[in-house]
């Protein structure tokens, strides 16, 4: 499906449909929300600083954190 709003151009495939259980799955292969942007990218830079710190960590210590 090709949704089309003043933001740009999405399109949505469909993976996987099943009626009777009311579940569907789909996957966005172009354009995506700029919620969906900005969540991703909080969620990757949180990930990347705690990587970061725990490299430090370990550098200093020789050991991972617990």
């Known amino acids: 499906r090709a949704t089309i709003t003043d933001r740009g151009e999405t399109i ?3 993976d996987s449909f099943d ?3 009311y579940r ?3 996957h966005i292969t172009k ?3 700029g919620i969906t942007k900005n969540i991703v990218k909080l ?3 949180k990930a990347a ?3 970061a710190e ?3 960590y370990y550098m200093k210590n020789g050991k991972a954190q617990k």
Do not use: D, F, H, S
């Open 12 to 14: 949505q495939l469909l």
């Open 19 to 21: 009626p009777r259980n």
């Open 24 to 26: 569907l799955a789909y």
């Open 31 to 33: 354009g995506m929300p």
């Open 43 to 45: 969620k990757i830079e």
């Open 49 to 51: 600083g705690e990587i």
């Open 54 to 56: 725990e490299l430090k």
